[in-house]
């Protein structure tokens, strides 16, 4: 029931701010316009979202034989869930992400990079990470997210675009202000990413917590983050940041001061002081 909630109240909270972002392109139209558009995303964000966000990685399925789908076999075996499609992205930066709308339609991705980085154990780790968002059934809530925060960005950016070139009318009932859309398009982006990290950190300790227990390897686990903490600094993942809150990790790192308000994860330092603890 909690995740229901939750998941009412984050679809609310992101239809709002598509509305605003109507609103301020189109008036009252605009407005209109965006109530339609939050609908059909709803919908297809709770129905296609792992479909969507897998898209925009080119992740590719693998075969039962391959060495991430035989780890992921044997943890869902051990947490009593059904078996997900396993996909792999082929990028050098290391990282994994889980996504669905459920535990019995549930996907998880890892990046190249992560399986040439971690060692067997390392990798068990990391997986029991993400089939533990499968089990707490965060993925519904981060897939949601993730979907309608890309659609956030993208309206943002259009309203960017047209308050520059002076689109629209200063009469609401015609038209957006190009300075509220300015606004808009400065401000939207920002608030969603509040949401989507206020949701996310404390899943990420959940989760994280949830792996050891699965492996029995908490200290695994924590090597692992370090690892991929200092090679995705190298090799950051050209990733979409409505979709930063689905990874293990934040896929672009060296966020500092305020900045840190907007980022996705906890401290990876403090990740692993609480793992250590465990």
């Known amino acids: 029931m909690a995740s229901y909630v939750k998941t009412a109240v984050l679809l609310a909270t992101l239809s709002a701010i598509l509305l605003l972002i109507g609103q301020a392109i189109g008036g009252q139209q605009g407005l209109i316009v965006a109530f339609g558009f939050a609908v059909l995303m709803?919908?297809?964000?709770?129905?296609?979202s792992d479909r969507i966000v897998l898209g925009m990685y080119h992740a590719q399925p693998v075969g039962p034989e391959h060495r991430l789908s035989r780890v992921v076999a044997n943890l869902a075996m051990k947490a009593r869930i059904p078996m997900p499609k396993v996909f792999i992205i082929p990028t050098p930066s290391p990282n994994a992400f889980a996504t669905g709308r459920s535990p019995s339609h549930a996907s998880v991705a890892a990046t190249q990079g992560i399986l040439d980085l971690l060692d067997q154990e390392e990798l068990e780790a990391v997986m029991a990470h993400e089939l533990s968002h499968v089990l707490h059934r965060d993925i519904l809530i981060q897939s949601i997210a993730a979907t309608v925060g890309a659609a956030i960005m993208m309206l943002a950016n259009m309203a960017r675009w047209a308050a520059i070139f002076g689109a629209g009318?200063?009469?609401?009932?015609?038209?957006?202000?190009p300075l509220a859309m300015l606004a808009t398009a400065l401000l939207a982006p920002i608030a969603a990413m509040i949401v989507q990290a206020a949701i996310s950190r404390t899943?990420?300790?959940?989760?994280?917590?949830?792996?050891?227990?699965?492996?029995?390897h908490g200290r695994a686990l924590a090597r692992?983050?370090?690892?991929?903490?200092?090679?995705?600094?190298?090799?950051?993942?050209?990733?979409?940041?409505?979709?930063?809150?689905?990874?293990?990790?934040q896929p672009f790192l060296g966020m500092k001061g305020i900045t840190q308000l907007f980022s996705t994860h906890p401290p990876t330092e403090e990740r692993v002081k609480r793992l250590m603890k465990l």
């Open 42 to 48: 709803n919908f297809g964000s709770y129905w296609f």
């Open 169 to 177: 009318s200063r009469d609401d009932r015609n038209g957006g202000n």
């Open 224 to 249: 692992a983050l370090e690892k991929i903490d200092t090679t995705v600094r190298r090799v950051p993942l050209a990733a979409n940041p409505a979709t930063a809150h689905l990874f293990i990790m």
């Open 203 to 216: 899943r990420e300790f959940a989760a994280d917590a949830g792996g050891a227990e699965l492996t029995g």
